[in-house]
């Protein structure tokens, strides 16, 4: 290998570790603070928990929305066919906290779905809670016009 190629070669190994290093800590960033939600701007949320039922956590996000459809698609899956599962629970709040729209998914022993069209009809941010518990990975995608 010719020195000029090397040092392509370790420009990018750089360029690549410090990528993955950035990528991590976004994705590992979920706030537990509702005064200082994670920045939500790609649309997915997505995590896993291997807490028992009884212990909730509760992570806090926000986005803007524009006057439209904001699609939501929720996805949980069991870690163990076997335990009793998981829920998600997830809201959505204006500034001021007040609830605009909320629901539960569960999921015992299969994985389970869950999608919502919600009409946008004025410019806002969103803050969306999510409650999480029981041992389960789950995935959030945000999209449609509203997004």
């Not at 590992?28 to 212990?55: F, H, M, R």
């Amino acid at each position: 290998m010719t020195t000029r190629n090397l040092k392509r070669v370790l420009i990018f190994a750089s360029f690549a570790i410090v990528s993955l290093c950035l990528l991590t800590q976004v994705s590992l960033a979920q706030s537990s603070d509702p005064d200082a939600p994670t920045q939500l701007t790609n649309g997915v949320i997505d995590g896993s928990n291997s807490s028992n039922l009884s212990d909730e956590k509760t992570y806090y996000y926000a986005f803007d929305v524009k006057k439209g459809i904001l699609s939501l698609t929720l996805d949980i899956t069991p870690l163990n066919k076997s335990d009793a599962g998981g829920f998600v629970q997830w809201t959505m709040m204006n500034t001021k906290f007040a609830t605009l729209k909320s629901d539960v998914l569960t999921a015992q022993g299969s994985p389970g779905r869950q999608m919502k069209d919600l009409p946008v009809t004025v410019k806002r941010r969103i803050i969306m809670k999510i409650v999480v518990s029981g041992k389960m990975t789950y995935k959030f995608k945000l999209g449609g016009t509203a997004f």
